[in-house]
């Protein structure tokens, strides 16, 4: 009933841009801060990126500052990472996440409550 599916993932050359989706069905986003995280074999789950459910605050992990911007368009139920000057150790499979009380900058996995299945995003030559 309530879904996430991410989409625009692929692979990409260092240096180049992908934009990643976030949809939502069966909720509202409007009621709900938006986290992307990535995740690589045998590492912690990492928060990349984070939006208040108004749009109106933003966070950033530090590795990516500066070079992905998220955004959302609640009229549409949709949250987007924009992801520019992509290194290859951005490499990961991304998740978006939604919840109604995140805290700590939004970059914690555990305060979020819906989750998306995933998208590839390799980044080589």
């Known amino acids: 009933q309530l879904q996430l599916v991410e989409s625009g993932g692929g692979l990409v050359q260092p240096g180049g841009s992908l934009r990643l989706s976030c949809a939502a069905s069966?909720?509202?986003?409007?009621?709900?801060?938006i986290g992307w995280f990535r995740q690589v074999p045998g590492k912690e789950r990492e928060g990349v990126s984070y939006i208040s459910e108004s749009g109106g605050s933003t966070n950033y992990a530090e590795s990516v500052k500066g070079r992905f911007t998220i955004s959302r368009d609640n009229a549409k139920n949709t949250v987007y990472l924009q992801m520019n000057s992509l290194k290859p150790e951005d490499t990961a499979v991304y998740y978006c996440?939604?919840?109604?009380?995140?805290?700590?900058?939004?970059?914690?996995?555990?305060?979020?409550?819906?989750w998306g299945q995933g998208t590839q995003v390799t980044v080589s030559s």
């Open positions: 996440a939604a919840g109604a009380n995140v805290h700590n900058g939004g970059l914690h996995f555990w305060t979020y409550n819906y």
């Open positions: 069966g909720f509202t986003l409007d009621y709900y801060a």
